[in-house]
């Protein structure tokens, strides 16, 4: 895999403020990578890094093979980001704002045309000035924006927030042809549940630190954290059922029990369960979500403290 944003050792301090502390990372090529953590974690700081906008206090960033913040135009117009909040001069169409973007990154107008029907903003709304767009027809500019040039690194700060689930969902399979194009995509973000399966990576920051990095499952694995095992069964015989198949079981509803078990004694579980098929009229299995994992790392780090 080819390496596209290396930090080593990144630090970023804002008076007695360590926005970013210690964060060593690397992005890949076709490569999609959530950043997330709670407000003031430190995302928007490490974004601002990568793109060159600041320069670390201590540690190195390299992008595209090169200091970002020595910014040459050539590396820039292969960088897009989309800010958290996108602002745009109210009084131009979509056209004449994607035109002006297209212009500092020196991309000529028929890219910036086919832009909008590739992030979705409909022809007849193009010449219409931006204070007449919902919020969702501003982000679909923003992303237009952001992938002028065709990007081999995209930062999207926040993109999905505000948006409608079917916004959402263009948005997300957009990301996915980014991805399968070979570019790298990071993207910070609150929305824990929706980064679940989009995404190959997830970096948790908290108070400026890297405090874990992996896949889901890398992350599931580190964490630990008890699979909840779920089953309805056939009759509602309750106090037999609390302690089935040698567990204690917790009510959830009517006929239905949950228990917790260790990710190793899933399976064994499973077939204990499985040994009495008529007495089960359902069976589901619930492993830990991110916002489990979330909550996990960040009280890890908080008692590191
Ligand atoms: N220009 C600045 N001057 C002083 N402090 C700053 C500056 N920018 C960020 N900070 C501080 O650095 C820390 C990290 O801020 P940052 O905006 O990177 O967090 P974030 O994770 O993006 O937060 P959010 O999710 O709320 O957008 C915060 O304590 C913030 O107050």
């Known amino acids: 895999m080819t390496a596209t944003v290396t930090l080593a050792e990144a630090c970023k301090q804002y008076g007695r403020v360590n926005a970013v502390q210690d964060v060593s990372l690397t992005l890949h090529a076709g490569e999609t990578v959530a950043l997330v953590g709670h407000n003031g974690a430190g995302k928007t700081t490490l974004i601002k890094l990568m793109l060159g906008l600041i320069r670390p206090t201590a ?30 001069h109210l009084a131009l169409t979509g056209r004449e704002t994607l035109a002006f973007y297209a212009r500092l990154k020196r991309v000529g107008p ?46 999207l700060d926040e993109p999905t927030s ?10 997300y399979d957009l990301i996915e042809e980014l991805r399968a194009g070979g570019a790298t995509v990071l993207l910070s973000s609150h929305a824990l549940s929706e980064l679940e399966g989009r995404t190959d990576r997830i970096v948790v920051l908290d108070s400026g630190t890297r405090v874990a990095d992996g896949t889901l499952d890398d992350l599931r694995r580190e964490a630990r954290l008890p699979v ?59 492993e830990p979500t991110l916002d489990d994992l979330y909550v996990h790392f960040l009280g890890r780090a908080e008692a590191g403290r």
Do not use: N
């Open 228 to 286: 909840r095992v779920q089953v309805r069964f056939t009759d509602g015989k309750g106090q037999a059922h609390r302690s089935f198949a040698g567990r204690d079981w917790t009510r959830t509803g009517a006929g239905s029990y949950e228990t917790r078990v260790d990710a190793g004694d899933k399976i064994a579980l499973l077939q204990a369960v499985t040994q009495a098929p008529d007495a089960i009229a359902d069976l589901a299995i619930a």
């Open 59 to 88: 540690g190195a960033v390299r992008v595209l093979g090169g200091d970002p913040a020595r910014g040459s135009a050539s590396a820039r117009r292969r960088l897009g980001y989309l800010p958290e909040s996108v602002s745009f």
């Open 110 to 155: 028929k890219q910036a045309d086919a832009l909008f029907e590739r992030v979705g903003l409909a022809p007849a709304a193009v010449d219409r000035p931006v204070h007449t767009y919902s919020k969702g027809m501003r982000q679909r500019l923003g992303l237009a924006q952001a992938l002028l040039g065709e990007p081999r690194v995209l930062f």
């Open 162 to 171: 505000g948006l409608d689930p079917a916004l959402r969902r263009h948005f």
